[in-house]
């Protein structure tokens, strides 16, 4: 199985904090870092495993409020 890469823009808010945003995921580096040229961002890709902890539960997209 290859390792899937994420694009990641890290964006400072206005309160001082930093929050870091997946803005897409690809199916390798070259790919990520292609896409963040496309994109004119300066974001850094990361290895997927790297960024999900083991332990984390993401979030249920269906969920209505």
């Given amino acids: ?10 964006i400072g808010m206005t309160n ?9 995921v690809y ?3 070259q790919q990520c870092e292609q896409a963040a040229v496309e994109q004119q961002v300066a ?3 990361y290895p997927v ?3 999900v902890r083991a332990n ?3 979030a249920d ?4 409020f």
């Fill in 1 to 10: 199985m290859n390792t899937l890469f994420a694009l990641v823009l890290t």
């Fill in 56 to 58: 984390e539960i993401p």
């Fill in 43 to 45: 974001g850094n890709c």
């Fill in 16 to 24: 001082g904090e930093f929050q870091d945003v997946v803005l897409d």
């Fill in 49 to 51: 495993d790297k960024i």
């Fill in 61 to 64: 997209t269906t969920a209505s």
């Fill in 27 to 29: 199916e390798s580096e």
